[in-house]
């Protein structure tokens, strides 16, 4: 994914992901396991499941460094099995 927000962001700073997913076990864990990968450190996501529980969404801030950074993220956690997209 080549990214345009290197013109709107300053590095380092923190950047909130949103991740769209079909609801099953452990798609949090998964979400922060792949984020320790690129940006080591503690995590606290937030998680939310549709009224039917059919989908979850989760938001979690990351500590950036560069926009290389923002992508990889933005595409390994768009990877994810059941991830439908990534904000």
Known sequence: MKSNLISFLKFPTLFTYKIIALSCPGLVEKIVKVVQMYAPGEYDPELKTSQKGKYSSVSIT?????IKQVDTLYDKLGNIEKVLMVL
């Open 62 to 66: 990351v500590a950036v460094t560069h």
